[in-house]
């Protein structure tokens, strides 16, 4: 398996307080993901990075942002959190050649939002 | 948007059983992928197929591709209840390196 650990795997939080979530990798890839997976939208894409301090948004990225300071780090903030934000969170990876490689995926953090 | 769109949404069959899965997409790609995902895990990557490629094997699964079609099918044979999980599409549009998901197909398999 692929070493990405995500923490925290649970976190319940009250709107309106700030959130983050980390992603950490062993393998030295260069892109990292973050995804939201909620029931009848499969996986939707929030921000990716492709190098340190290279980000980009993806398709639902209102409301979240990210920082990679490290190759090995990638952080999601939800600077303000609203109940529409409760989903569980995927990180992935993706090898230096980028095109036409498979993504590997951390096991997620289920965040809820009361 | 949704690039992939899967069929069915949900398939229960009996061990020992062939599953096929179907995806259809809308844009050119480089290619296209089939994650698994157990019940609180995250997914993992099972096949990709480059535009390029009519068919792919691997162990008991075999990925189909049409890009005159846009469309795309799993085929999962000798089915075992270990296959209980859902599986998702996904696509790499010409345009970069990023994935877009469809929303998965629930397999059950019974014992």
């Known amino acids: 398996d692929a070493g990405i650990t995500q923490s925290p795997r649970h976190k319940v939080t009250e709107t309106g307080t700030p959130v983050t979530l980390r992603c950490h990798q062993t393998e030295n890839h260069r892109y990292m993901y973050w995804y939201r997976q909620d029931p009848g939208h499969g996986l939707r894409l929030i921000h990716y990075?492709?190098?340190?301090?290279?980000?980009d948004k993806g398709e639902v990225s209102d409301g979240y942002s990210v920082s990679r300071s490290k190759t090995e780090d990638f952080l999601l903030t939800l600077e303000s959190a609203t109940s529409s934000q409760t989903s569980v969170y995927f990180c992935a990876i993706n090898s230096d050649r980028g095109q036409n490689q498979p993504q590997h995926f951390g096991d997620g953090t289920r965040l809820s939002i009361l | 948007s949704q690039q992939g769109e899967e069929d069915p949404q949900a398939l229960s069959i009996q061990e020992g059983e062939n599953a096929t899965m179907n995806c259809s997409y809308k844009t050119s790609i480089n290619n296209l992928q089939w994650y698994r995902q157990n019940s609180g895990r995250g997914l993992v990557h099972l096949i990709l197929?480059?535009?390029?490629?009519r068919e792919k094997h691997s162990g008991r699964l075999r990925v189909t591709l049409d890009t005159s079609k846009k469309s795309s099918s799993l085929l999962i044979t000798a089915s075992r209840a270990a296959d209980t999980a859902s599986y998702f599409c996904?696509?790499?549009?010409?345009?970069?390196?990023?994935?877009?998901f469809g929303e998965g197909t629930q397999l059950t398999v019974n014992p």
């Open positions: 197929i480059r535009s390029n490629e």
């Open positions: 996904a696509t790499e549009e010409t345009s970069g390196s990023r994935l877009t």
């Open positions: 990075s492709y190098g340190v301090k290279d980000t």
